[in-house]
């Protein structure tokens, strides 16, 4: 069935947003449905007029009226007093309450009023790629806080623009999540997602307040339908306490309805499995269970009652990860991801310019005998350089610096103390050995990136 949604292009959604509903017939949802969310918000509100409820329900006050009258002539509810237009009250009456009863056994779902499965899914795919492809400048201005070589920025740029997903590996602490969280800040604009989304008088809810930030009201149209909510586009991210579970609806027997999955919050957005293969699932049963929707964009389902439903699969996932590749997947399913990278450790010079930005962030002047010193401690111990490690180090002198009440300073003494503090060292009463605490200033091997 046609609805004026499904008939929307993308310029004018983009330009209006989702048109406001003129009749009941228009909302895609069982005018039945509608009249028992009605019933609830009426029970649950202390002034239950017809504005109130208007807001509640997020539909036009005419059509709200003209859900009230249903109940009305059904006699579940009374007019208690009736002014101006949208003031009229209402109170529930003993077969209302009734009524209430029943309802809340088999749905407990009191929010806005949902959209159709058809709409929403129409919607995700209208808005799943941006309308500006991503271009090498639109990629630095994402990841401008981090140091990147030019090839993997390439790289970025286009799985941004494919949509495609990102097999995305390294050694612990080279940058591997600060990279799968900015490539969601190079998809630009907004989308529009709804409350809620109803199949056969079942309720999923989509819109979740800790995955998904209202977009600034300058760019919301003044008139659009308010069963809907638009958003910036989200960044969904899961680790270690991802299950197999979590991937499908989650039902609540308490409040009778049901919870999106995390991959069906990130809809037009970016998904980003993070520490990949530490789950409580074992990743091949996670791969396995994505290989359709990874390929074909659309994912199944599966209500209590038994019925399967087919959703929208539109967001770019991300698997990030320390482990070696081939021991979580085959051939097979890596030639379905889409792309692979992997995040090397910083040069010496790469690091340097980390260590200067993320100094200059807390006000911390950094000169070259204190750069000098921290590279000479690499070089003593043959530690190998992380992309996080600048920055863990300035907090621990930072600290340091706020415990002894000594200003910020870089000095040798500090970076020796934060040193020990972040890479572990033995505490005895035995005098520390005397340490070299500066670098020749002519290095064997020149800083390269």
């Known amino acids: 069935m046609m609805s004026p949604t499904t008939m929307l292009s993308r310029a004018e959604v983009e330009a209006m947003g989702p048109p406001v509903p003129e009749e009941l017939a228009d909302l895609g949802v069982g005018e039945g449905f509608l009249c028992e969310l009605a019933l609830k918000h009426i029970a649950m509100l202390p002034e239950p007029t017809t504005t109130a409820v208007a807001e509640r329900l997020h539909l036009p006050r005419a059509l709200t009226e003209e859900i009230l009258q249903k109940l009305y002539r059904e006699k579940l509810i009374?007019?208690?007093l009736q002014t101006t237009v949208g003031s009229t009250r209402y109170a529930m009456l003993d077969h209302g309450w009734d009524r209430l009863i029943r309802l809340l056994a088999v749905c407990g779902y009191s929010g806005a009023a949902?959209?159709?499965?058809?709409d929403y899914a129409h919607m995700m795919r209208l808005q799943s790629i941006p309308s500006h492809a991503a271009s090498m400048d639109t990629v630095r201005q994402a990841f401008h806080d981090l140091i990147l070589p030019d090839s993997l920025l390439q790289t970025l740029g286009c799985v941004i623009n494919s949509r495609r997903s990102l097999f995305l590996t390294g050694l612990p602490g080279t940058g591997k999540t600060a990279v799968a969280e900015r490539i969601n800040g190079a998809l630009p604009g907004a989308i529009w997602i709804p409350y809620a989304v109803e199949i056969d008088g079942q309720i999923i809810r989509v819109f979740d307040s800790h995955c998904h930030r209202a977009a600034s009201t300058e760019v919301t149209p003044v008139e659009y339908d308010r069963r809907w909510v638009l958003i910036d586009r989200p960044l969904v991210v899961v680790g270690g306490e991802l299950t197999l579970e979590n991937a499908d609806l989650t039902w609540s027997d308490t409040a009778k309805f049901y919870e999106a999955p995390?991959?069906?919050?990130?809809?037009?957005?970016?998904?980003v499995i993070d520490d990949f293969g530490r789950q409580r699932v074992a990743p091949q049963d996670l791969l396995n269970r994505w290989i359709v929707p990874l390929e074909r964009r659309v994912d199944y389902l599966a209500l209590h009652t038994g019925k399967k439903i087919e959703v929208p699969f539109e967001q770019l996932v991300v698997f990030s990860t320390n482990l070696d590749e081939k021991d979580l997947a085959d051939q097979a399913?890596?030639?379905r991801m889409g792309y692979r990278?992997?995040?090397?450790?910083?040069?010496a010079r790469a690091y340097i310019e980390i260590f200067k930005r993320q100094a200059y962030n807390r006000g911390i002047q950094c000169d070259e005998p204190a750069l000098d010193h921290v590279l000479n401690k690499y070089r003593i111990e043959h530690r190998q350089m992380k992309g996080c490690e600048p920055r863990d180090l300035l907090d621990r002198i930072t600290d340091l610096c706020l415990f002894d009440g000594h200003s910020l300073a870089l000095t040798p003494a500090v970076i020796d103390v934060a040193w020990r503090n972040y890479f572990g060292a033995s505490h005895s009463f035995a005098p520390m050995a005397t340490q070299e605490t500066m670098i020749e200033r002519t290095l064997a091997d020149p800083l390269e990136l």
């Open 262 to 271: 995390f991959q069906m919050k990130s809809n037009g957005g970016t998904l």
């Open 341 to 347: 990278a992997r995040v090397e450790p910083p040069t």
């Open 78 to 80: 009374e007019v208690r």
């Open 114 to 118: 949902p959209v159709s499965l058809n």
């Open 333 to 335: 399913f890596l030639r």
